[in-house]
């Protein structure tokens, strides 16, 4: 089974940024898509940014322009930069791979607050 594990969470303040990353194994990484997804305390899980195995990239509309989604295929990881982080960023993200399989990570939280 794929295993996907993340990392980079933590606490900033409105403005900041971070870089999460999600190491992925028992899969051959090149070849599948890979997502980022959130969960906010009492909401659902949305959906972030994906990843294609060719590079190609989608994001949310709330953090369009102020996150980017990239993979290192030599060392399995996907990445999230999210610059200019507002409160509203604040939850458990998640690294999901193949794109909407059942393989989730443990998540990671991010806290945005002053």
């Known amino acids: 089974q794929v295993q996907l594990v993340e990392s980079g969470g933590g606490l900033v303040q409105p403005g900041g940024s971070l870089r999460l990353s999600c190491a992925v194994s028992r899969v051959i990484f090149s070849r599948i898509g890979l997502g980022w997804y959130r969960q906010a305390p009492g909401k659902p899980r949305e959906l972030v940014a994906t990843?294609?195995?060719?590079?190609?990239?989608n994001y949310a509309d709330s953090v369009k322009g102020r996150f980017t989604i990239s993979r290192l295929n030599t060392k399995s990881t996907v990445y999230l930069q999210m610059n200019s982080l507002k409160p509203e960023d604040t939850a458990v993200y998640y690294c999901?791979?193949?794109?909407?399989?059942?393989?989730w990570g443990q998540g990671t939280l991010v806290t945005v607050s002053e």
């Open positions: 999901n791979g193949p794109i909407g399989s059942s393989n």
């Open positions: 990843i294609t195995s060719g590079g190609s990239t």
